[in-house]
């Protein structure tokens, strides 16, 4: 079994990096595979609609994604929406997801956004038959003790790890 986290903030200070780096290390433990798809490192093009899909970066990542049961998308809300790098790596490997799990963790700024990965869902769920768990985490700056999260989110990541990879072993057998 292999999950892929995509984290996909720009920002060298990215609090929902920090989130991907925790969850790979609640599983490093583990007898799956993890890799982490860095989307600051990752220098995929804009989606074109054409010359944008040869392109040498997206045919590695596409490799990566085609081997992988499951993804973890951990993403910074901005304007009550995931970021605009991870519609980017959606248009450009988003068939490569097909039929797989998908999961969320998300940093935003405030609270009155925590439905904001819905469109994103509905998007892969319909587009791309992913099944998604119904566990998101969610984490505001106030959750936040310097590079450490308080224990309430810091339990629901700890649930989100388990309860994902336990989805994606039933459904990768």
């Known amino acids: 079994m292999k999950i892929v986290i995509v984290s996909s903030s720009l920002n060298p200070d990215s609090r929902s990096q920090l ?7 609640l599983w490093s433990e583990e007898s799956f595979e993890v890799e982490l798809i860095d989307l600051r490192e990752a220098e995929l ?5 054409g010359s944008a899909y040869g392109h040498p ?3 590695r990542i596409q490799k990566i994604v085609e081997s992988a049961d499951g993804f ?14 991870l519609k980017n790596y959606l248009e450009l490997v988003g068939r490569s997801m097909e039929g797989k799990v998908g999961g969320f963790l998300c940093s935003a700024g405030g609270a009155l956004s925590y439905m904001s990965t819905t469109g994103f869902m509905n998007s892969v769920m319909l587009d791309f038959r992913m099944i998604i768990l119904p566990r998101v985490v969610y984490a505001t700056g106030g959750d936040w003790n310097g590079d450490e999260l308080n224990e309430t989110v810091s339990e629901r990541m700890k649930q989100f790890a388990d309860d994902f ?9």
């Open 19 to 25: 989130m991907a780096r925790i969850l790979q290390g």
């Open 57 to 59: 970066e997206v045919a």
């Open 72 to 85: 973890v998308f951990a993403t910074p809300i901005y304007n009550f929406s995931i970021n605009a790098a």
């Open 45 to 49: 093009p804009l989606c074109d609609g």
């Open 165 to 173: 990879a336990t989805l994606v072993g039933k459904l990768a057998n």
